[in-house]
């Protein structure tokens, strides 16, 4: 099984970075991902990391270490339409199944 | 067009009754999902199907059963819905040929159970 741990709640100002940590337990590893979900939303995939590093894509960037059971979410230039909660989630590499941190909940300010 | 789509969107049912919230997707995907979500615990599966002829108990299926009538069509019913069974219920779907596998999810149900 899985135990995955994130911050509950972040804040931050509009045109600032901020980083969100994810820590991980795993009997079996088979790569991370990240949803962003707007409130009464869907949850939409981010991005996914199965190998140690870092994995940009526009202003997010995902990075990941293995030996560490560690990863995070790094968001820049901050615009008012990242207010959302953010999924970490791990796939097990048995049976292929996800599971998800409880999310941390990101309120960008004026 | 929406790839993941489920019905109803909404839905209030009272305690005893059984409900069938229904999910179907035009992506191609061989696998698909059922999770709950629930205020503080983020999502947990209930039910998964990795081909129409494959079902599998997720973490919380006590309660729930599903069927896979199609390779695009996955149903959730609750045989005797009961209040702590109100949440936000979401369909997602994967395609195991990719590397990422990656699981896409449909706009959700909200189902209140009073």
């Known amino acids: 099984g899985q135990n995955i741990d994130q911050p509950t709640e972040m804040t931050a100002t509009e045109g600032a970075i901020v980083q969100i940590n994810c820590t991980y337990q795993t009997s079996g590893f088979n790569g991370l991902f990240w949803y962003q979900q707007h409130a009464g939303e869907a949850p939409t995939f981010l991005s996914y990391?199965?190998?140690?590093g870092l994995e940009e894509k526009g202003r997010f960037s995902s990075f990941l270490s293995r030996s560490k059971g560690y990863s995070y979410l790094l968001l820049k230039e901050l615009q008012m339409k990242d207010s959302a909660s953010y999924l970490c989630a791990v796939r097990d590499g048995s049976d292929y199944k996800l599971s998800f941190g409880a999310g941390t909940t990101v309120t960008v300010r004026a | 067009d929406a790839d993941v789509t489920q019905t109803p969107r909404n839905r209030i049912t009272k305690t005893g009754k059984r409900i069938m919230l229904e999910c179907s997707q035009t992506?191609?995907?061989?696998?698909m999902y059922w999770y709950r979500q629930d205020p503080g615990l983020g999502l947990r599966l209930i039910y998964y199907s990795f081909d129409v002829k494959d079902i599998n108990k997720g973490e919380i299926s006590d309660g729930y059963s599903v069927s896979r009538q199609a390779q695009a069509k996955f149903s959730l019913s609750l045989e005797s819905a009961i209040p702590n069974q109100t949440a936000l219920y979401f369909c997602?779907?994967?395609?195991?040929?990719?590397?990422?596998?990656?699981?896409?999810f449909g706009p959700g149900t909200r189902l209140t159970v009073l």
């Open positions: 992506k191609g995907h061989d696998r």
């Open positions: 997602a779907t994967s395609d195991f040929s990719r590397v990422t596998d990656t699981q896409y």
């Open positions: 990391n199965v190998l140690d």
